[in-house]
């Protein structure tokens, strides 16, 4: 399985982003998808995670600001990121659970000017 996240950058703060992440290999259609990120000097955190069923959990400091959608029959993941902060400055990593593994994208920077 191998995932391609798209979509980073650079963005003044209040400013939007939108991240992809496209998977592609033998997938079980049960599934969850999620996103990832680490800022300097801090450890991974999970942001936002998104089942093939359609649930959603979000980490407490993007409930609001972040939503995670999914495209089930294109195998692919968003982020929508709103009111962007210069604290959600990181390494954005896209992820796939299934019952064949754990699987990570390659990263994506977003980086937020104040």
């Known amino acids: 399985v191998q995932l391609q996240a798209s979509g980073g950058g650079l963005v003044q703060s209040g400013g939007s982003l939108k991240l992809s992440c496209a998977a592609s290999?033998?997938?079980?259609?049960?599934?969850?998808m999620s996103w990832y990120r680490r800022a300097p000097g801090k450890q991974r955190e999970l942001v936002a995670a998104i089942t093939s069923g359609g649930s959603t959990n979000y980490a407490d400091s993007v409930k609001g600001q972040f939503t995670i959608s999914r495209d089930n029959a294109k195998n692919t993941v968003y982020l929508q990121m709103n009111s962007l902060k210069p604290e959600d400055t990181a390494v954005y990593y896209c992820?796939?659970?299934?019952?064949?593994?754990?699987?990570w994208g390659q990263g994506t920077q977003v980086t937020v000017s104040s």
């Open positions: 290999g033998r997938i079980f259609r049960t599934n969850a």
């Open positions: 992820n796939l659970r299934d019952y064949g593994g754990d699987y």
